[in-house]
Nanobody, 124 residues
Framework: VQLQASGGGLVQPGGSLRLSCTAS????????IGWFRQAPGKEREWVSC????????YYADSVKGRFTISRGSIKDTTFQQMNSLEFEDTAVYYC??????????????????WGQGTQVTVSS
């Protein structure tokens, strides 16, 4: 399985970006996609996850109401729409995948596959 993350960039506070994560190698939708981020000088933190089989999504409190993770119309693509971006959202964003479901925060060690990071910078 391979994951390809894209969509990062530079945006002003209050702006929006949409990240994409495309998976290759899964033979069914029985897997979950998670987004993590790592800001400079900080540990990587969980942001959101989506169980692709049932469409259930979960969010960290810091992004709830601003970020939306969803399945794309293109097979095995997952989006994270990020609205009302704040300076504190600046980080390298990573997508990860695990077999089965997610039901909220799951520790990094329990994610089976990782994509490369994509930089999101919120700056005026």
């Amino acid at each position: 399985v391979q994951l390809q993350a894209s969509g990062g960039g530079l945006v002003q506070p209050g702006g929006s970006l949409r990240l994409s994560c495309t998976a290759s190698g899964f033979t069914s939708d029985y897997y979950a996609i998670g987004w993590f981020r790592q800001a400079p000088g900080k540990e990587r933190e969980w942001v959101s996850c989506l169980s692709r089989a049932d469409g259930n999504s979960y969010y960290a409190d810091s992004v709830k109401g601003r970020f939306t993770i969803s399945r794309g119309s293109i097979k095995d693509t997952t989006f994270q729409q990020m609205n009302s971006l704040e300076f504190e959202d600046t980080a390298v964003y990573y997508c990860a995948a695990r077999h089965g479901f997610c039901s909220g925060y799951i520790a990094e060690v329990n994610w089976n596959y990782w994509g490369q990071g994509t930089q999101v910078t919120v700056s005026s």
